[in-house]
């Protein structure tokens, strides 16, 4: 049974920082490459960060300089480090794990809220 457990989500003030984990198991931690996407409240989901097997990241630019993905296939787990939050970025973050060698097998958490305000 595939699954994937996001934690690290909360309230934080503006300008502050948290770090997100998305712990797997049930797969091949190392054959998929994992995103973060992030949902507000009336809006569609979004990609906030990507790093795919080899380590290569890519990120929305509304985070780019603020916001770090980075995955430890020992641990099966990936981290998003957010820092300098805006309230903007207040949403329902979800870790998503596909298979880049048979772009199938899509897996996704149960989300983690983040709350950015005063």
């Known amino acids: 049974q595939v699954q994937l457990v996001e934690s690290g989500g909360g309230l934080v003030q503006p300008g502050g920082s948290l770090r997100l984990s998305c712990a797997a198991s049930g797969i091949i931690f190392g054959r998929y490459k994992l995103t973060w996407y992030r949902q507000a409240a009336g809006t569609e989901r979004e990609l906030v960060a990507r790093?795919?097997?080899?380590?290569?990241?890519n990120y929305a630019d509304s985070v780019k300089g603020r916001f770090t993905i980075s995955r430890d296939n020992a641990k099966n787990t990936v981290y998003l480090q957010m820092n300098s939050l805006k309230p903007e970025d207040t949403a329902v973050y979800y870790c998503?794990?596909?298979?880049?060698?048979?772009?199938?097998?899509?897996?996704w958490g149960q989300g983690t809220q983040v709350t950015v305000s005063s």
């Open positions: 998503n794990a596909r298979d880049q060698y048979t772009n199938r097998d899509d897996y």
């Open positions: 790093i795919n097997i080899l380590g290569s990241t």
